[in-house]
């Protein structure tokens, strides 16, 4: 029997897989869950025991979340990127690693195959074969819902002939949970004028009274949350636990596909969008204009170019060193208040606040210059402008 090992999430599609790779093709399979967040040791035990009825030779998970945060999400956080200015990349982002260390693992068991669950009209087809291909050409990619074109209702329908037992209801919706947010996709997403049901959100609203909160960065990286000290990656964890009880971070994100077709993605990222805004009010305190200026077209093709998995080019690495180098005074602490399905930045305090009273208060006084060298600087300012209205005006 040839070994193939499976990027196992345990929802609907790689169920499936799982199940016609082992009964209708004969493979030994291998099932493999790259935990980038989201998993609760509950959750896996239950995982691995749904692949194993499957039919799965083997269950594996691999935690990743250190590995995730600091290739990806701190690179994210410094560039506060957010897709359209919307989505903070959730699923895109993890795809990245989930499929790295897939490829890991399938050289270690000596596996010649690789399958994955993606259809053919999604993005994440392009960003596991992408790094499936460029790491392990040799490694045959075997994509079942692909190949046979298969609707999540066919799907559904192979799994309970072969007394496959799942909710069939929740399996109506693909949910992707991790640490950077969740991705929930329906019926619903693939109009263009429905909303998500309430109930088709992992988190629902628990807490109606606003709370408090503070988040302290050292050099762009969430250190602490209320003053507790953590990892980074950890931070996030909670921070998220505190906000999505407040029904925080949902959204609809509306992008262009790596296919080059719209698409509509539901998700919900409390920390992601917290953590993000936060990072950028603290950013606008303490970065000087130009700097400030220049990250932010950079962190946009950082997004985009992970967006459409060309995270292993070394364009990458370029992006990431710019992006790292600017953050070197991005310390201090962020305020802020949530409430239901919402929250607001209060403020910030930071020893390299660049609103230093020593040298004036915006629209009030200057303490630094006198009326002159304002005048002065003005009408120098202005010289360009003069010029072209002059010779426009005389042509």
Request: hydrophobic content about 35%.
């Amino acid at each position: 029997m040839e070994k193939v090992v499976i990027a196992y999430s345990g929802g609907l599609d790689t169920s499936y897989c799982a199940k016609y790779l082992s009964k209708d093709k004969g493979f030994e399979v291998h099932t493999v869950s790259v935990n980038t967040g989201g998993f609760s040791s509950e959750e896996i035990r239950k995982i691995g025991g749904n692949a194993e009825k499957i039919g799965a030779t083997s269950y594996t998970n691999i935690d990743a979340i250190s590995s995730f945060y600091q290739k990806v999400v701190k690179y994210l956080i410094f560039g506060n990127v957010l897709k359209n200015d919307t989505y903070p990349l959730s699923v895109s982002a993890e795809r990245i690693v989930q499929a790295i260390e897939i490829v890991n693992y399938a050289k270690k068991i000596g596996a010649r195959y690789i399958a994955h669950g993606s259809t053919g009209a999604g993005n994440d087809q392009v960003r596991f074969d992408m790094i499936f291909q460029i790491l392990a050409p040799q490694i045959e990619i075997i994509t079942p819902i692909r190949d046979n074109q298969l609707t999540r209702q066919e799907e559904i329908n192979y799994l309970k002939a072969n007394g496959v037992e799942m909710n069939w209801e929740k399996a109506k919706y693909s949910v992707n949970k991790g640490l950077w947010g969740t991705s929930v996709g329906g019926a619903e997403t693939l109009t263009s004028d429905k909303p998500l049901p309430e109930t088709a959100y992992p988190s629902q609203l628990q807490v109606q009274e606003p709370k408090q909160v503070s988040l302290s960065f050292t050099k762009g990286e969430l250190t602490a949350v209320n003053d507790e000290e953590n990892s980074p990656e950890k931070n996030i964890e909670i921070l998220e636990n505190i906000a999505s009880k407040y029904a925080i971070g949902r959204d609809i994100h509306v992008g262009d596909t790596i296919i080059g077709i719209k698409g509509r993605v539901g998700f919900e990222a409390a920390a992601a969008l917290i953590t993000i805004k936060a990072h950028h009010l603290l950013e606008k305190h303490t970065l000087s204009k130009w700097q400030l200026q220049h990250k932010d077209y950079i962190a946009n093709w950082y997004g985009m170019h992970l967006h459409e998995g060309l995270y292993l080019d070394p364009v990458m690495r370029d992006f990431e060193a710019f992006l790292q180098s600017s953050q070197e005074q991005v310390t201090g602490k962020v305020f802020l208040t949530l409430h239901p399905y919402r929250f607001v930045l209060d403020g910030i305090e930071s020893k390299y606040d660049l609103m230093n009273n020593g040298f004036g208060k915006y629209g009030e006084e200057n303490k630094a210059w006198t009326a002159n060298d304002a005048k002065g600087f003005i009408k120098i300012s202005s010289n360009a402008g003069k010029i072209y209205q002059y010779v426009k005006q005389e042509a």
